[in-house]
Structures are given as structure tokens and as C-alpha cells.
């Protein structure tokens, strides 16, 4: 067997041994992802001593960024929702968008809320808002749900500081200005598409009451408290994005050496951008509301826990990369790629999307189809813009065809009191929308960069 060939089938391999260890062993995805990449090592000739060298290499390059970023994150999402930000943010848009608009109010809830809080956090958080709205219009829970789902679901994958993007952006060392900036631009017409547009549709095709049992439970958990500003939560939400929009944007625009591109390239670099929101949340969401310095620092403590799964998995899909681009499967895809004319966008997005479709997991789908791309980002010629639109488009992919075997659709199915068969109608169609405007927004998008 030439070397090409061998090199396809160890890819090949590769794949289907990952996917088999995560689906039919239960194996957790790190062990998984480390246990395939020695595999790949071997298979390629690399000497054992140097297969345990890259691994250290690639988990510390990959794990120097994201455990930051990830870890901030997490930490100034949890102060926001203990304190009540989350919710806030919600009602002040229902508020401001009027009933006539509390549609689309509830789409741009979602859209924001989740760019600090884990998508299963917040759909705890604001799903139980929108009961009472249901029951006073009579209409379908659905009608309310779907756009503030499709909101929640765009951001999730689209726009750090969420794991999936953060991950995908360091594998392939995308900008993460970038990042946002076609996050932005494909994940609102993904959200409007999928959220208030099918919402309308598909209320009228399925009948979801509020379920009573759930009402009884938000009964019994309601907790009278002060809320805080509607502005305090939305200028803390959105301060992060802007910060890392302004170290993209100087770099654009000033030159080099330029003593206000060298502040905004500062404090827009991700993990000073995100320490100094951390801090200003600690203090405004936390120390200005009565909360105790132990109080905040145990809250913090806490936000790390289901932070630090992701960031293992992350450095392992890091070192599956690695293993590859060491293998040259990158040449090899790339030389396949030209011959058939597929785009990069769409063998990222394909990608994910089958990973996705036999996983179920998001987050994982979209590491491991950025660690099948990054030998390819190594071979072609991308621009930092393209990575950006690279890591959306990836995103897409794994956004996209939620089933069964995705831990979200089981959270949509208790919170919507509906069979699995409507769950598959509205929540993986909401879903799949979702993923597949934004891959064709991603595409209109590339004519342009």
C-alpha cells in the first residue's frame, strides 16, 4: 500500500474508532480523543517518546488560551444568572418590544443571555418566564419557545466566550474578532429564520399547552427578589464582545506601533477582555448586590466545575489536530479537495454535521471536525477573516440535525411536555434551520472576503 492510501485509511480509522469509542463503549471523549491520536502516532511510524511529546505539546498549546478564556467566562456567566442578570435582561426586552413583538423580544433574549450562560443553564432560567406569557394568549407554548430557543441555540455555537466557538477558534487559530463579527452577521438571520418565522409556523402545526406539573414546579421555586438594571445586565453582555472587537478592529485600521492600537489590542486581547468583565461582574452583580466576598468566590469556584470537562476535551481535540497535521493527511485532503472542488466551508461544515448526527454533542462535534481541519488550514492558503467565517461555518455543522442522542433535545422534550416524535418536529427542525441558514449565510458572506 502507497503512502497516500495509507495515510486516508488511517484517518479513516481513526474516525470510525473515535466515534465507536464514544458511542458504543460510553468511553469519555478526552480518553477517547487521547487514546485515537497514540493510535495515529503509531500508525504514521512516529517513535512512542516523540507521540508523548507532541501529546504534552499540544495540550499545553492548546489549553494555554482556552482554559483561560473558558474559565473567565464561565465565571462572570454564573455571578450574572446567581444574581439574577439573566432574567432581568429577559423581561426588560419582553418589556421594551411590547406584546405585539414579545416574539422577537424572546429571540433577542436568547441571543444574548447565552452569550455568557451554558445554553441547558439558561433554558432553566428563561423557559419558565414564557408559561404565564402562554397561558394568558392561549396560544401554543411553542409559539414563545421556539424563537427564544433559536436565539439561545445560535449563540451557543456562534459567538465566544461559549466553549464550542472558543474551542473551534483556538484548534485552527482563528481571531476571535472575527469570530463575532460573522457570528453576528450569519447567527441573526439563523436566529430570525429559526426562531420568531418556524416559531409562528410550527405553533399553528403542533398545540403545546403549558404543562402543569411544570407549573407547579416554578410555583414552588419562585423566589421574591430584586432583579438588577435591565442596563447594567445588557452593557455587561455585551461589554466582552466589544472589548475583542476593538483589538480586531485597531489592527485594521492603525498602524503598527500606533500607542492606541497598542492599548486596544490590550485590553481586547480575549483574556484580558474577559478578566476585567469578570471583575466588574464579581463587583457589580455580586459585592454592589450584598453578596459576601466568600460568597462570590464559592460562586466562582462552582462556575469552574462543568468548565473543566470542556477544557480537556478541547486540548485532547488539540492533540488529535496535531497527530494529524504530524501525519500529512492535511496534503493529502487538500490535493482530494482540489480535485473535487469542495470548498473548505463546506467540508468543515459536513464534517461536523456527521459527527454531530452520530455523537449528539455540539461541543464535541465542533472540536473534532476543527482537529479534521486544522491539517487542511495548514495546507491551503486562508486568510484571518476566512478562518473566522471557517469557525461559523463549522459551527453550522454542528448546530445542526439535534436527535436523540443530544442531551438539549431531552431538556427541550421534559421543558415542553411534548412526545419525542413533536420534539423531532419543532425542536431538531428549529435546530437544523438554525444550522443550515447559517452555513448558507457563511457562504454568501465568503464572496465577500
Same mark, same amino acid.
Given at each position: ?76 456567566g454564573?455571578?450574572l444568572?446567581v ?19 414579545i ?7 436568547? +441571543? &444574548?443571555?447565552s452569550i455568557?450562560?451554558? #445554553?441547558?443553564? !439558561?433554558? @432553566? /432560567? ?6 404565564? *406569557? ?23 455555537? +456562534? &459567538? ?5 466557538? #472558543?474551542?473551534? !477558534?483556538? @484548534? /485552527?487559530n482563528?481571531?476571535l474578532?472575527?469570530? *463575532?463579527i ?8 439563523a436566529m430570525i429564520?429559526?426562531g420568531?418565522?418556524f416559531?409562528?409556523f ?35 453582555i455585551?461589554?466582552p ?11 485594521i ?14 485590553i ?5 477582555a474577559?478578566?476585567?468583565v ?14 459576601s466576598?466568600?460568597?462570590v468566590q ?14 480537556l476535551?478541547?486540548?485532547a ?14 496534503d ?14 463546506l467540508?468543515?461544515?459536513?464534517t461536523a ?15 473534532t471536525?476543527?482537529s ?20 461559523i ?5 454542528g ?25 423531532l ?16 449565510m ?8
Open positions: 500500500m502507497d503512502s497516500t492510501a495509507w495515510l486516508i485509511t488511517v484517518s479513516i480509522f481513526a474516525l470510525v474508532l473515535l466515534l465507536f469509542l464514544v458511542l458504543r463503549t460510553k468511553l469519555q471523549a478526552f480518553i477517547a480523543l487521547l487514546i485515537v491520536s497514540i493510535l495515529v502516532g503509531l500508525a504514521i511510524g512516529m517513535p512512542p517518546s516523540e507521540i508523548v511529546a507532541t501529546i504534552e505539546d499540544a495540550m499545553g498549546g492548546t489549553l494555554g488560551f482556552v482554559a483561560l478564556v473558558i474559565g473567565l467566562g464561565s465565571m462572570f454564573e455571578v444568572r444574581s439574577g442578570g439573566s432574567e432581568r435582561l429577559a423581561l426588560g426586552l419582553i418589556q421594551k418590544f411590547g406584546e405585539k413583538n416574539v422577537w423580544a424572546l429571540g433577542f433574549s436568547g +441571543f &444574548l443571555v455568557a450562560v451554558y #445554553i441547558d443553564v !439558561a433554558i @432553566i /432560567i428563561l423557559v419558565p418566564l414564557i408559561y404565564s *406569557i402562554a397561558l394568558k394568549s392561549k396560544k401554543s407554548l411553542l409559539y414563545y419557545g421556539i424563537p427564544l430557543c433559536a436565539g439561545l441555540s445560535v449563540t451557543h455555537t +456562534f &459567538l465566544p466566550p461559549t466553549p464550542g466557538p #472558543i474551542a473551534t !477558534a483556538s @484548534i /485552527i482563528a481571531d474578532g472575527w469570530v *463575532i460573522f457570528g453576528i452577521i450569519c447567527g441573526i438571520p429564520v429559526a420568531p418565522l416559531g409562528r410550527i405553533s399553528k402545526k403542533v398545540f403545546v399547552p403549558v404543562p402543569e406539573h411544570i407549573l407547579r414546579e416554578t410555583e414552588n421555586q419562585t423566589v421574591n427578589r430584586e432583579l438588577p438594571s435591565f442596563r447594567s445586565a445588557i452593557l455587561i455585551l461589554l464582545l466589544v472589548l475583542i472587537l476593538t483589538n480586531t478592529t485597531a489592527e485600521l492603525l498602524p503598527e506601533g500606533n500607542t492606541i492600537r497598542t492599548v486596544l489590542t490590550f481586547g486581547n480575549p483574556i484580558v474577559l478578566l476585567i469578570c471583575l466588574l461582574t464579581f463587583w457589580i452583580f455580586g459585592t454592589r448586590r450584598g453578596y466576598r466568600e460568597e464559592k460562586i466562582a469556584t462552582k462556575a469552574m466545575e462543568p468548565a473543566g470537562v470542556i477544557m476535551v478541547t486540548g481535540g488539540g492533540v488529535f489536530g496535531k497527530m494529524l497535521i504530524a501525519s500529512g493527511i492535511g493529502v485532503l487538500a490535493d482530494a479537495m482540489q480535485a473535487i472542488n469542495m470548498p473548505l466551508l467540508f468543515g461544515f459536513l454535521s456527521i459527527i454531530r448526527i452520530s455523537q449528539g454533542s455540539g461541543t464535541v462535534s465542533m472540536i471536525a476543527s479534521l481541519v486544522a491539517p487542511l488550514v495548514e495546507s491551503f492558503q486562508v486568510s484571518e477573516p476566512m478562518l473566522g467565517l471557517l469557525v461555518a463549522i459551527a453550522c455543522g448546530t445542526a440535525f439535534s436527535h436523540v442522542n443530544d442531551s438539549g433535545f431531552w431538556m427541550a422534550n421534559r421543558y415542553f411536555d411534548m412526545s419525542v416524535k413533536d420534539t418536529r419543532t425542536w431538531t427542525v428549529m435546530k437544523t434551520i438554525v444550522g443550515l441558514t447559517g452555513f448558507v457563511c457562504c454568501i458572506v465568503s464572496l465577500f472576503i
